[in-house]
């Protein structure tokens, strides 16, 4: 069973910067692909960005530019880096894994943590 820990949310201002981690444990930390969800109050669950095994990454649209993903296999932990935060950024941040790659990982996500709350206030 993999067990994964987010860290780091908080309130921010907007143009601020701001860093989560997830932790991950259980499992081989480098068989799975991790990737970062949103979900707003009323909305429905959003894809934020991922990172496969070997690294590769992909993100989506709406914070291309200003979010980076890596991983560090040393502390088997993920990381998201969000620059320039918006208030529309505000929103309970959950990390995912799935054994999958990064495509398995955004249809399914096997495995979920318990979320991070980050508010970017105006």
């Known amino acids: 069973q993999v067990r994964l820990v987010e860290s780091g949310g908080g309130l921010v201002q907007a143009g601020d910067s701001l860093s989560l981690s997830c932790a991950f444990s259980?499992?081989?930390?480098?068989?799975?692909?991790v990737g970062w969800f949103r979900q707003a109050p009323g909305t429905e669950r959003e894809f934020v960005g991922a990172?496969?095994?070997?690294?590769?990454?992909q993100y989506a649209d709406s914070v291309k530019g200003r979010i980076t993903i890596s991983r560090d296999s040393a502390k088997n932990t993920v990381y998201l880096q969000m620059n320039t935060l918006r208030p529309e950024d505000t929103a309970v941040y959950y990390c995912?894994?799935?054994?999958?790659?990064?495509?398995?990982?955004?249809?399914?996500?096997?495995?979920w943590g318990q979320g991070t709350q980050v508010t970017v206030s105006s």
């Open positions: 990172i496969s095994w070997s690294s590769i990454t």
């Open positions: 995912a894994a799935d054994r999958g790659g990064i495509g398995t990982l955004v249809r399914r996500g096997e495995f």
């Open positions: 259980g499992r081989t930390f480098s068989n799975y692909a």
